[in-house]
């Protein structure tokens, strides 16, 4: 074929009069020319589907009816010698005065929504009630922060609830007073969220109404209340090893004021009082065996399967809260005791839960020692000491039960 016979004007006048073009395939030909003689069909990817100078003539006929779709598409198709074609096809046309829209241009990229600061936690110690001070917070538009404290029970749930916004500076000199008083650690926000949804799990399984404001707190945070109680993983081989030093944890500040509930409590001293006041001639070793004696089955009686879940949970918790202050041995001894008491290890027996019991032994000692030494005043063991009140406040305002 004649140069002529190339360029796009000459191809088109073949393609538009039925003149034969032997030079090219039969398909592309007859492609070509539906196109050609009505232009407006000629979509992009049909037109770089041809052969490089019937993709030329298409574009001529789009030029030459004043068809802009076409040389807008082509200007930034992947094929270089299209695309040079159309420029200066879309120039032609504004050179003829046919409006042309300007070159698109890619939209600039839209930032990423910002992701509201994650917020830590609060938690404080578990009571030997089972109770603890859960804080959370989240950020609000502008520089408030909304603060929620809960108190939480391993027994009934979220029982009390303070919610209110603050600002910043506020929160951040709440939170650094708290941990400067004590008693209270920090947590990622998922896991302070995930005991939140243990507790309100509780509050359904038990009934407890929600505290008023929990139904907005779950929603803020995006919690769901768990619908199963809590499982512990089954015990390690090492963890009766670790538990025989169990009785050790009521030697730390938070677990020194642990004592078992005040029916419980009497029974002891009662079992004591008929001890101390046996009609039978004891020594003082006799004396003391049947006293530990006591200790033991009363702690026994006391530590039920569903007692024992109950302070494995608390122990559990117990074991992160060592963790986070830094006190890795008691954090291995609280998990493993917890291991074993929620999955029912009943021997050896736990020496936690006896020395829970002892400390009652020791507190009417206490208490007998006092009393002896005001005249006239009664020694009998049933003078056991109060136990001390747990709720406290940190300065910045924490509860910290």
Known sequence: MSSSSSDPRSLLDALRSGAPLPAFPAEAVESARAMARD????????????PEPLALAVLEAAVSDGHT?????????????????AKKALYQLRSRGVAVAGPVRAAPAEPPPAVPEALN??????????ERALVLARVLRGAGVEVVQMQLSDERGVVALQLGDRNRATWRKLVKDGLAHGGIVELPREEAA????????TNLRTRTPFPQGLDVVLRHFGVQPQQSPTELPPPEPEDI????????LHDTVELASWLPPEPDMQALVQKMDEVMHSPLS???VQRQEQLQAAVLGVARDFFTPEVCQRYALRLWRMADYFERSSRPREADIARAEARRLFHGAQEPFSRFAERLFEKVLAL?????ARAG???GADTGPAEAAPAPTLERRSPGGLIIP
Do not use: C, H, N
């Open 69 to 85: 779709a076409l040389p807008e598409a082509l200007s930034s198709s992947s094929m270089k010698p299209l695309v040079k074609a």
């Open 121 to 130: 936690a609060l938690a404080s110690a578990v009571t030997g009630g089972g």
């Open 194 to 201: 995930a005991l939140l949804a243990e507790a309100a799990g």
């Open 364 to 368: 009417v000692a206490a208490a007998g």
């Open 241 to 248: 090893r670790r538990a025989q030093e169990a009785d050790v």
């Open 282 to 284: 004891l020594s003082d």
């Open 39 to 50: 232009v407006s069909q000629a979509a992009l990817a049909r037109v770089e589907a041809l």
């Open 373 to 375: 030494a005001r005249p």
